[in-house]
């Protein structure tokens, strides 16, 4: 059972485009998400998070909206820039009755494109 | 500012042997959280370490431990390998307890089972 899914394996956009990724996910009980951006051979990167407190963060170019009810989250990328290019993982987790979060469940990921 | 550091980076074991993998978390965190990434997956969680205690754990077997250092290093350590255990193994740190929920990853290390 996958509780994140990110059902686009793939995204290609021309470099100055925005880009959009998705996310959907099942527990109704996660309350953090957060993207990550990874490159080969190496570890994921963090890119920005959101709480479901909010509906909307936005850090540079990059924007995250969180539709609670939709259990559905995107991640804007504008404008796209060809280092750009790389897998894209959304995750979420839950906070516990002690108010931290531990685990993070990941979708596969979806791989961008952006060129030049 | 040192981000995570794992070691090694890659490994090559056969069927049957134990491995151990080692992390040093992000300066100011002291929680250590282990991830599996299959090829084409996303990051498994295997558990997670807080204040040298296992505090939560994802869907591995028993062959899958841990350990956490006083100075919030940790080690993973795998027993009886499978080929199925083949995979990039990632390490986060946090600090959830300093509101630093954010999990850092660092580089991974890649093991290979033959």
């Known amino acids: 059972d996958q509780q994140v899914k990110q059902n686009s394996p793939s995204l290609s956009v021309q470099e100055g485009r925005i880009s959009i990724l998705n996310c959907d996910y099942t527990n109704s009980m996660f309350d953090y998400f957060l993207w990550y951006k990874k490159y080969p051979a190496e570890g994921p990167t963090f890119l920005i998070s959101?709480?479901?407190?909010?509906d909307k963060n936005e850090d540079g170019r990059f924007t995250v909206f969180l539709n609670k009810s939709a259990k559905h989250l995107s991640l804007h990328i504008v404008p796209s820039q060809p280092g750009d290019s790389a897998v894209y993982f959304c995750?979420?987790?839950?906070?516990?009755?002690?108010?931290?979060?531990?685990?993070?469940?990941f979708g596969k990921g979806t791989l961008l494109t952006v060129n030049p | 500012d040192a981000g995570v550091t794992q070691s090694p980076t890659h490994l090559i074991k056969t069927r049957g042997q134990q491995v151990t993998l080692r992390c040093s978390p992000k300066s100011g965190h002291d929680t250590v959280s282990w991830y599996q990434q299959a090829l084409g997956q996303g990051p498994q969680f295997i558990f997670q370490?807080?204040?040298?205690?296992?505090?939560q754990r994802g869907n591995f077997p028993d062959r899958f431990s841990g350990h956490q250092f006083p100075n919030y290093s940790s080690e993973l350590n795998v027993n009886a390998l499978l080929l199925g255990d083949s995979a990039l193994y990632l390490c986060?740190?946090?600090?959830?307890?300093?509101?630093?929920?954010?999990?850092?990853f660092g580089p991974g290390t890649r093991l290979l089972v033959l």
């Open positions: 986060a740190s946090s600090s959830p307890a300093r509101g630093l929920e954010t999990q850092y």
């Open positions: 959101i709480s479901s407190i909010k």
């Open positions: 995750a979420a987790s839950r906070t516990n009755s002690g108010g931290s979060n531990y685990k993070l469940t």
């Open positions: 370490y807080y204040e040298e205690e296992e505090r």
